[in-house]
């Protein structure tokens, strides 16, 4: 087994772990503010003060964990990023997987979740983070699996930040007029409809970006015919 491999195994490993943790806790955590149907969390109830710090913490807690992870790992800009965003995204694709087993949500493909508390909360249907998951665990494998270093120009770099952007807009912009009508809004708040034609644009913007930074590897994997004898 080369180095490349096993590091690929131990990240994969240490993100569906992790996931399970935070799946585990949301279980708990929906049993105690939705007793009545954890399956569902809208209308929303909100957090007590003291969980919301809990959370706001615990989140910010999980990003430097999966940071911490890929610097041990790798070393190198590009390969540093292409293994936080392998892990993140694998902890997002079975974070919801161990919630499906433990409690049999999500129960529809289009049912919106609680996504992130980071500035504020990010609302949206689940299948959306998922779709950028896996679009970063395809990449950052990719990347990872390489032998020569690929790197990020500035403005592969600036396309990317503005597809994330573009894409964070759309989880946040749901919540925008409930932050200035003030806290009580968000209580018993209920989606009502997801910006996909914003999100779809940015999430082309980021797998194009993404893109353009391995398509140099995959014009040297095309065997050059011209060299070969007539």
Not at 84 to 89: A, I, K, Q, T
Not at 107 to 119: G, K, N, Y
């Amino acid at each position: 087994m080369t180095k490349l491999t096993r590091n690929i195994i131990c990240l994969t490993l240490f993100a569906i772990a992790m996931a399970h943790v935070e799946a585990a806790l949301v279980v708990h955590l929906r049993t105690i503010y939705y007793p009545d149907n954890p399956l569902h969390i809208f209308p929303l109830e909100l957090l007590s003060h003291r969980d919301l710090a809990i959370e706001l913490v615990r989140e910010f807690a999980t990003v430097v964990m999966i940071l911490s992870v890929a610097l041990l790992a790798e070393k190198g800009f590009t390969r540093i990023f292409a293994a936080f965003v392998l892990v993140f995204g694998l902890w997002d694709i079975f974070y919801y997987f161990w919630l499906k087993i433990m409690i049999g949500w999500p129960v529809s493909w289009l049912e919106w979740d609680i996504l992130f508390l980071i500035p504020w909360p990010w609302f949206g249907p689940w299948i959306a983070p998922v779709f950028i998951a896996l679009l970063f665990v395809l990449w950052g494998g990719w990347v990872l699996l390489m032998e020569k270093d690929v790197s990020f120009s500035r403005g592969t770099a600036l396309l990317f930040i503005l597809g994330a952007l573009l894409a964070l807009a759309a989880f946040l912009l749901p919540a925008g007029p409930l932050l200035v009508e003030g806290e009580e809004a968000f209580q018993h708040f209920q989606p009502d409809e997801f910006l996909w034609w914003l999100y779809i644009i940015g999430y082309l913007v980021m797998a194009f970006s993404l893109w353009r930074v391995v398509r140099h590897d995959l014009h040297q994997q095309i065997p050059d015919q011209a060299k070969l004898p007539s």
